[in-house]
Structures are given as C-alpha cells and as structure tokens.
Nanobody, 124 residues
Framework: VQLQASGGGLVQTGDSLRLSCAAS????????LGWFRQTPGKEREFVAG????????YYTEAVKGRFAISRDNAKNTVYLQMNSLKPEDTAVYYC??????????????????WGQGTQVTVSS
C-alpha cells in the first residue's frame, strides 16, 4: 500500500482544513487507517484512527470534538477534517495504514505503511 497525504497549509486560529490521504494498492478496505502528527524534537503522536469497517473511530483527547476522521473505500481515501484549529495543532501530519487482522493501533510501530506527511501551520 502506498499512501499520499495532501491538504496541509497555513491557516489562522479557528480555521478549518481537510487533509486527504489517497492509497494505491490492494485491499484498502481491509486496513485500519490512522493520522499521526509530529513537531520538531518530539515523537510522532496518534491523532485519530478509523477501523477497516468504518464505524469505529478514535481520537486523542486534544482533538476530540474538533477533528473528524472518515474514509471512502470506493475512492481509497481517508480524510481528516480539522475544525477550530489552534496553534498547538501545528505539525507535520502523517497518514498510516495497519493491517486489519488485529485491532486499531495507537502507536507508530503498530502501523505498516506511511504517507510522506503534510505540513499544517496554524498562526495565532
């Protein structure tokens, strides 16, 4: 599976962005998908995840109520809708895929494939 993230940019506090991650390869619908983010000097952290079947979603506490993850298996794409953005959301955002044999993962080493990252910058 190859992943290509897009949609990042420079926005102001309170604005919205929608990140997209397009996948190529087989069996996209059988993968759990996640979004992570990383800032300089810090470890990559889990932001949101969605199960292979779609109905189960998970969020880190800092983004609950503001971010929404969704997937369109027909388009082999996962999205991250980010609303009410804050300066602390500034990071490089990565999409990732995990084989659906096990549960949705929350750690970097639980994911099998990664996109290249897209920069999100929120100015105050």
């Amino acid at each position: 599976v190859q992943l290509q993230a897009s949609g990042g940019g420079l926005v102001q506090t309170g604005d919205s962005l929608r990140l997209s991650c397009a996948a190529s390869g087989q069996a996209f619908s059988s993968y759990h998908l996640g979004w992570f983010r990383q800032t300089p000097g810090k470890e990559r952290e889990f932001v949101a995840g969605i199960s292979w079947s779609g109905p189960s979603t998970y969020y880190t506490e800092a983004v609950k109520g503001r971010f929404a993850i969704s997937r369109d298996n027909a388009k082999n794409t996962v999205y991250l809708q980010m609303n009410s953005l804050k300066p602390e959301d500034t990071a490089v955002y990565y999409c990732a895929a995990r084989r659906g044999l096990y549960g949705l993962g929350f750690k970097v080493d639980e994911y099998d494939y990664w996109g290249q990252g897209t920069q999100v910058t929120v100015s105050s």
